[in-house]
């Protein structure tokens, strides 16, 4: 039921900018904790940033000063600002939307894009 829906991934040249968005459906998107993940060929899966229902933020330290997450709760929208953008950045992106127990629900579900290209060429 819950969907999410990225955008605004593509090629740009190192030094470049980039802003990916995701737009969800048919969540308690306000409560919510939000990620941005990636994954580059032959590499794990890894966090890239977080925002939490309460506007807190983490970044890991490869993207520090360079990327910004931010939400829009009347929107329902997550976004990456990405600045300076390095070949070393190139990745799929996916979206998370970690769900808190609500309602009559007694469980957390992550909810997860479909994925986003970004290529950053030298």
């Known amino acids: 039921q819950v969907r999410l829906v990225e955008s605004g991934g593509g090629l740009v040249q190192a030094g470049g900018s980039l802003r990916l968005s995701c737009v969800a459906s048919?969540?308690?998107?306000?409560?919510?904790?939000l990620a941005w993940y990636r994954q580059a060929p032959g590499k794990q899966r890894e966090l890239v940033a977080r925002?939490?229902?309460?506007?807190?933020?983490d970044y890991a330290d490869s993207v520090k000063g360079r990327m910004t997450i931010s939400r829009d709760n009347a929107h329902d929208t997550l976004y990456l600002q990405m600045n300076s953008l390095k070949p070393e950045d190139t990745a799929a992106y996916y979206c998370n939307l970690h769900s808190p127990p609500f309602g009559s629900s007694r469980f957390e579900v992550d909810y997860w894009g479909q994925g986003i290209q970004v290529t950053v060429s030298s």
């Open positions: 048919n969540s308690h998107f306000s409560i919510s904790d």
């Open positions: 925002i939490f229902s309460g506007y807190n933020t």
